[in-house]
């Protein structure tokens, strides 16, 4: 199905999340109107995806500023003149790829960032996928019940939780801010999208921790479920890159993960997260 809006084509990739816009291209300066259907289309599906983007950082960072405030990544350094994109890299002789689990960015901050793009420099020829998922159908496919109870809770993230850290080592190692530490953050379990209005599921397997008030080893059992229902099938989609494909996704109701399967190959994806706010 092809849903059109006044201004520009969207086609949903997946029955729960994910749309690619089509007939837009950045370095052509859309307008304030085609801008506002690009946000529309991104609230509406939680992940979008525009093909054969051919920018320069430039218009990268003025197209990411149409929809928010940029932040720097608290553990690795931007690209030179442009401290707001980060080069996100997986070289031929390494196992290991940067944010390779399950997670939403950055959920350790007290005001994680509301949005991500991801703009590919360089791909595989095969894999090197990004799966998401939607986290508004996850809490709604929840019994009342548990529904009640995880709107009472808290949980605590951490920026040290080995699942997302390990991930980040080798970045780290040539890249690396001087003096970062330890973040960590409590949220709520189910947070309310701010601008939907919309509750979603808010823990993940990169940074979760425990819930607030419980120690880690009663907290597991709960989280390793929610992780777990969080990614069943019919709340995802996958998006194959192509050099030029630019991704835009919402951390506050979705998760992804890039899949670890082009060992041999090198992979540079250029990064913008966006200011968020307090979950709450």
């Not at 990739?13 to 007939?23: F, N, Q, T, W, Y």
């Not at 960032?113 to 939607?134: H, Q, R, S, W, Y």
């Not at 019994?143 to 080798?170: P, Q």
Request: glycine share 8%; with cysteine.
């Amino acid at each position: 199905m092809v849903e059109d809006f006044n201004r520009i084509t969207v086609e949903p990739l997946a029955g729960s999340i994910g749309a690619e816009i089509k007939g837009v291209y950045i370095s052509e300066s859309p307008d304030l109107d085609v801008i506002s259907e690009i946000r529309s289309a991104f609230l509406k599906y939680n992940v979008i995806i525009l093909r054969d983007q051919d920018i320069t950082s430039d218009q990268y960072m003025n197209f990411a500023e149409k929809f928010g405030d940029p932040s720097e990544y608290p553990f690795i350094q931007g690209l030179p003149n442009y401290p707001y994109i980060n080069p996100i890299i997986k070289l031929e002789d390494e196992k290991v790829n940067f944010g390779g689990t399950w997670h939403t960015d950055t959920a350790y901050l007290n005001e994680p960032p509301l949005g991500t793009m991801l703009l590919a420099k360089e791909v595989p020829p095969t894999g090197g996928d990004t799966i998401f998922a939607n986290l508004y159908s996850a809490y709604e496919a929840l019994s009342e019940g548990l529904k009640e109870v995880l709107n009472s809770m808290n949980a605590i993230h951490s920026s040290l939780k080995a699942d997302a850290s390990k991930t980040r080592e080798d970045r780290i190692k040539d890249n690396g801010r001087k003096g970062a530490g330890e973040f960590s953050s409590c949220h709520p379990v189910i947070r309310t999208h701010p601008e939907t209005g919309k509750k979603a599921i808010y823990v993940n397997l990169g940074h979760t921790v425990r819930f607030d008030g419980w120690t880690e080893e009663e907290s597991r059992p709960l989280l390793e479920f929610l992780y777990g229902h969080c990614i069943k099938p019919e709340f995802t989609c996958r998006i194959k890159w192509e050099v030029g494909s630019l991704v835009f996704w919402d951390n506050r109701c979705s998760l992804h993960n890039p899949v670890n399967d082009y060992h041999g190959y090198k992979r540079v994806m250029h990064r913008i997260t966006l200011k968020g706010d307090t979950p709450v």
